[in-house]
């Protein structure tokens, strides 16, 4: 079973509005973060946000903003003001603790989005 | 603060040669892992290195190994390279392995011809 869920391979915005791009995770474990990268066409991965499973606030940094609904398991990425810069592949990431103990990155599929002038 | 710096940037290589890649870690960080990248596998994770120690391993052969020095650098090994290990090698450091955040390299473009 997938533990992460990007539904929208694909996505496209008008420059200046907002975008909502989905993500749902699975774990079983009471203790996670979760993660928002974003991946220009040159391939660096640039990390955006960070939501811990324990904060009551839903992460904001600058013009991104994660919609974190832990009963539904679900974390959003919100960007506010699109701009033509972040034409880019969108990934939501998990960071879990495994049952030795380690800690394990776990990966949706992506979402490109491209912004439209 | 320098960011996570991934030495070379584009590799070509034959079926059956082997090759080494390098990754410094951001100044202070270490902890180190290495994903491999592929437009049909997405991201998949390779194994983390903490204190010159390998923590954790993904599901990848034994071809492909890894070390991390005194200094937090870290380099990955493929042995034995198939057309299949064609992929974007990402390398990502973090302060400790408790920290949340993993900040990545541009990382190594692979092909195997």
């Known amino acids: 079973a997938q533990k992460i869920t990007q539904t929208q391979p694909g996505m496209f915005v008008q420059e200046k509005e907002a975008v909502t791009l989905d993500c749902t995770y699975d774990?079983?474990?009471?203790?996670?973060?979760l993660f928002w990268y974003k991946q220009p066409s040159s391939g660096e991965m640039i990390f955006l946000i960070y939501?811990?499973?324990?904060?009551?606030q839903n992460a904001t940094e600058g013009r991104y903003s994660l919609n974190f609904q832990k009963a539904r398991k679900s974390a959003n990425l919100v960007i506010s003001a699109s701009q033509l810069g972040d034409s880019a592949m969108y990934f939501c990431?998990?960071?879990?603790?495994?049952?030795?103990?380690?800690?394990?990155?776990?990966f949706g599929t992506g979402t490109r989005l491209k912004v439209l002038a | 603060k320098a960011g996570v710096t991934q030495t070379p940037r584009y590799l070509i290589k034959t079926r059956g040669q082997q090759v080494t890649l390098s990754c410094s870690p951001i100044?202070?960080?270490?902890?180190v892992s290495w994903y491999q990248q592929t437009p049909g596998q997405g991201l998949q994770f390779l194994f983390e290195?903490?204190?010159?120690?390998?923590?954790n391993k993904g599901n990848f052969p034994g071809r492909f190994s890894g070390r991390q020095f005194s200094n937090s650098r870290s380099e990955m090994n493929v042995s034995t390279l198939e057309l299949g290990d064609s992929a974007l090698y990402l390398c990502?450091?973090?302060?400790?392995?408790?920290?949340?955040?993993?900040?990545f390299g541009p990382g190594t473009r692979l092909t195997v011809l």
């Open positions: 990431a998990m960071r879990e603790v495994q049952t030795s103990g380690t800690y394990k990155y776990i």
């Open positions: 939501q811990g499973s324990y904060d009551q």
């Open positions: 290195y903490f204190s010159e120690t390998q923590r």
């Open positions: 774990t079983s474990d009471p203790s996670y973060g």
């Open positions: 990502a450091s973090s302060f400790t392995r408790s920290t949340d955040t993993q900040y």
């Open positions: 100044s202070g960080h270490r902890s």
